[in-house]
């Protein structure tokens, strides 16, 4: 069956489909990939494509939606806003959060299951106590993966509003600890911007490139990896648009983060999969980072695993791909003396619930 939304992800008009059948199989990708309200901006604001009314009814169901959900973030930011006031600390949004508390056009449309913020390891507990007494409290969690997480990730356990329900990860960092990328989160934070009229900052916009492509290629998990992909192609859009230098920072800025190879990749897939318009200069500077002799390897399997999250997409080897990819984050994560009894940790449990069960 035909992948139709990798084309309807990227910023041109078209109009190829021509059948109901299409538009339905459009709908369930774009639904399976979580990016069926960001094509209702790209009908509305863009003007992309000219959709048959019934298809229309689910982009502003979804459009409603997504109206919904930024109502909700915003109020939740206003409230952390007055706990961060009192500590007299900047809010930095990351993620989804950022996009669109920035009005940036990767945060049109964008739903996200929780807020992230950035926060100086020195003040973590400072910022966690606080919380507590305005209702977030951590979610449940067994004490390995509450050590596990405060030894070796970059954020604390995720915390929940005990009314509100909504989750919120605080990280010091954009990678663990234990990666072999691990950038200095001083320069992060020495550089975040503040959004105008507003009491929240965010990353700045090479920072968030690369934030977002660390992310995405270093983090294993793709369900949700071909919107990813799309925030990425929308951020480089708008920031080279804003920014006649803003290639020259962006790739000076990887090499001084050490994150060339996130960049590399994020380029890489950007230009296949949606078309992103990047200067030859910017892809050639990109490719000192390119691994040697790997790069056909790395491009079936990302190609495969950044595919639409829905069974018309997927072949065969779609699973085996992802699966390898999720191997190789973990690889990328974690130093051999730590992954190893991780995985026996882990394998072990699994097995006892599948024995309880039967």
């Known amino acids: 069956m035909p992948d139709l939304l990798n084309e309807y992800l990227m910023i041109k008009a078209k109009d190829s489909i021509d059948s109901n059948s299409d538009w339905e ?7 399976s990939a979580g990016v069926l309200s960001r094509l209702a901006f790209f009908w509305k604001k863009f003007r992309l494509f000219n959709p048959p009314q019934h298809f229309s009814y689910h982009l502003e169901s979804a459009e409603t939606y997504w109206l919904s959900q930024k109502r909700i973030v915003n109020w939740e930011l206003y409230n952390l806003s007055q706990v961060f006031k009192l500590l007299n600390i900047r809010l930095i949004l990351l993620k989804g959060t950022a996009y669109s508390a920035s009005e940036l056009n990767a945060g049109m449309g964008r739903v996200f ?15 966690k106590d606080a919380l507590k007494w305005h209702g ?3 979610e449940p969690m067994d004490n390995y993966d509450r050590r596990y997480y405060e030894r070796w990730m970059h954020e604390l356990p995720p915390l929940r509003h005990i009314k509100r329900g909504t989750s919120l990860d605080i990280h010091h960092n954009i990678l663990p600890q234990t990666c072999n990328l691990y950038p200095d989160a001083e320069l992060l934070l020495k550089a975040a911007v503040k959004i105008t009229d507003t009491d929240y900052w965010v990353l700045a916009p090479e920072d968030m490139v690369l934030h977002s492509a660390s992310h995405l290629f270093w983090g294993g998990e793709f369900e949700n990896g071909l919107r990813d992909l799309s925030d990425i192609d929308l951020l480089l859009r708008e920031f080279s648009g804003n920014d006649p230098g803003f290639w020259d920072n962006l790739h000076n800025r990887a090499e001084m983060l050490g994150l060339g190879k996130p960049l590399f990749y994020a380029l890489r897939y950007a230009t296949k999969i949606l078309g992103t318009p ?7 500077a990109s490719t000192i ?6 790069n056909r390897v790395m491009d079936y399997l990302f190609l495969q695993a950044l595919k639409p999250h829905h069974r018309s997409c997927a072949d065969s080897l779609t699973g085996f791909a992802r699966w ?8 990328l994560k974690m130093p051999l003396h730590i992954l190893v009894p991780h995985l026996i ?7 006892a619930d599948n024995t309880k069960k039967t």
Do not use: C, M, N
Not at 113 to 127: E, G, R, W
Not at 278 to 284: H, L
Not at 345 to 351: D, N, Q, S
């Open 25 to 31: 199989l459009l709908l369930r990708q774009a639904r």
């Open 113 to 127: 299951s929780d807020i992230d913020i950035l926060v100086p390891k020195y003040q973590l507990k400072t910022v």
């Open 324 to 331: 390898l990819l999720f191997l190789r984050s973990h690889w």
């Open 278 to 284: 990047i200067p030859d200069s910017a892809i050639e």
């Open 289 to 294: 980072y390119a691994g040697r002799g790997k």
């Open 345 to 351: 940790r882990k394998a072990w449990f699994r097995l």
């Open 136 to 138: 977030w409290l951590p």
